[in-house]
T-cell receptor, first 112, second 113 residues
Framework: RKEVEQDPGPFNVPEGATVAFNCTYS??????FFWYRQDCRKEPKLLMS???SGNEDGRFTAQLNRASQYISLLIRDSKLSDSATYLC?????????????FGGGTRLMVKP | DAGVTQSPTHLIKTRGQHVTLRCSPI?????VSWYQQVLGQGPQFIFQ???????GRGNFPDRFSARQFPNYSSELNVNALLLGDSALYLC????????????FGPGTRLTVL
């Protein structure tokens, strides 16, 4: 079983739609949680951190459920520019420094 | 401020050769991590260095090695290249060695023929 699992998609949605991505992780001791965005043939960039209380940044909302080991990302009012691969990322709970464990990514394509 | 820089941008090698990839972190950042991203997959952790010491190592064979220099730049070396080593190699820097945001460089795309 992979440490971080995501539905690879692609999710094809029209502009203005709301889309949700889910992610599960296997290590219950995981400490920190993130969503990264990666455009085609570019480096990953931090989209947002994910907190147990849930957090929002404009059109983006992230949720963490530690009991179910589940992370979600909601994008409202999708824009063409949101088309990218979204990577779910966790850090381990052991003394492994700042090692990031990535999921395989979920590809989003927003259509006009 | 300059971001993380990596060189070369692209590289083509043949099986059995070795390769050295280079990374310069953001000014003031003391920690560098290396990741391998095979096409269609998420990045996989290879190494982390902080203050020139190895802080973490992923599940990669001994053909992979790295080091960090006094100016905090880093090199990733891969010996006896295999076809499966073809990937995007990403370097990321953080200010400290703990749980901070990692800033990624543009990567080096390695093709092994």
């Amino acid at each position: 079983r992979k440490e971080v699992e995501q539905d690879p998609g692609p999710f094809n949605v029209p502009e203005g739609a709301t889309v949700a991505f889910n992610c599960t992780y296997s290590n219950s001791a995981s400490q920190s949680f993130f969503w990264y965005r990666q455009d085609c043939r570019k480096e990953p960039k931090l989209l947002m951190s994910v907190y147990s209380s849930g957090n929002e940044d404009g059109r983006f909302t992230a949720q963490l459920n530690r009991a179910s080991q589940y992370i979600s990302l909601l994008i409202r009012d999708s824009k063409l520019s949101d088309s990218a691969t979204y990577l779910c990322v966790v850090t381990p709970g052991n003394n492994a420094g700042n090692m990031l464990t990535f999921g395989g990514g979920t590809r989003l394509m927003v259509k006009p | 401020d300059a971001g993380v820089t990596q060189s070369p941008t692209h590289l083509i090698k043949t099986r059995g050769q070795h390769v050295t990839l280079r990374c310069s972190p953001i000014s003031g950042h003391k920690s560098v991590s290396w990741y391998q991203q095979v096409l269609g997959q998420g990045p996989q952790f290879i190494f982390q260095y902080y203050e020139k010491e190895e802080r973490g190592r992923g599940n990669f064979p001994d053909r992979f090695s790295a080091r960090q220099f006094p100016n905090y730049s880093s090199e990733l070396n891969v010996n006896a290249l295999l076809l499966g080593d073809s990937a995007l190699y990403l370097c990321a820097s953080t200010p400290l060695g703990g749980y901070n945001e990692q800033f990624f460089g543009p990567g080096t795309r390695l093709t092994v023929l």
